[in-house]
């Protein structure tokens, strides 16, 4: 069984530009989960998605953005990049609402704002 | 805001010893998760406690949840070098949201 995949692995941009992070959860799942992890700490939570719809937010501002397609797979866009931003980038899916079981991270896409 | 309080930060100690790695709230979880996390990849599940009181072991680990459901803790028997990495845990809350600690960055020196 696949995994959770995101893509790129690895994103370089320059500070005012856009990134789109991409990521498919395991098939079955229906809940994709968004993280944010600075150098060597802990997670920040984004976003969560469920359904297709965005069920939660962290405390990020507006410029943090995403959705989740009918195939359960979802997009984080980051507009206006500044350089705190550069982080790694982690997705999670889970069987959907309250169910942590199963609750899958993937490899993360590493983002570089120069 | 709920807070997961997660201690030590770091920890460095050398092989063959013994940890043990704190994660408190005032708050109630419904069930409470550990992960570990190596550089460059996703944090990895290692185990879900749900029961107030429940210890679960998984080789030279063992995991704990509080009576209250409040407070957890992992301790490392016999601490080996391929025990290195980033040990995190996370708390379901009521509204289904997993709160998550800031992670004990755990070094096994040879």
């Known amino acids: 069984e696949a995994g959770v995949t995101q893509s790129p692995t690895h994103l370089i941009k320059t500070r005012g530009q856009q990134a789109t992070l991409r990521c498919s959860p395991i098939s079955g799942h229906t809940s994709v989960y968004w993280y944010q992890q600075a150098l060597g700490l802990g997670l920040q939570f984004l976003l969560w998605y469920d359904e297709g719809e965005e069920r939660n937010r962290g405390n990020f501002p507006p410029r943090f953005s995403g959705r989740q397609f009918p195939n359960y797979s979802s997009e984080l866009n980051v507009n206006a990049l500044e350089l705190e931003d550069s982080a790694l980038y982690l997705c999670?899916?889970?069987?959907?609402?309250?169910?942590?079981?199963?609750?899958?991270f993937g490899s993360g896409t590493r983002l570089t704002v120069v | 805001t709920q807070l997961l309080e997660q201690s030590p930060q770091f920890l460095s100690i050398q092989e063959g010893e013994n940890l043990t790695v704190y994660c408190n709230s005032s708050s109630v979880f419904s069930s409470l998760q550990w992960y570990r996390q190596e550089p460059g990849e996703g944090p990895v599940l290692l185990v879900t406690v749900v029961t107030g009181g429940e210890v679960k072991k998984l080789k030279r680990l063992t995991f704990q949840f509080g009576d209250a459901r409040k407070d957890s803790s992992l301790h490392i028997t016999a601490a080996q070098p391929g025990d290195t990495g980033l040990y995190l845990c996370?708390?379901?809350?009521?509204?289904?949201?997993?709160?998550w600690g800031a992670g004990t960055k755990l070094i096994i020196k040879p």
């Open positions: 996370a708390g379901l809350n009521s509204n289904y949201q997993l709160i």
């Open positions: 999670a899916s889970s069987p959907g609402t309250g169910r942590i079981d199963g609750y899958t």
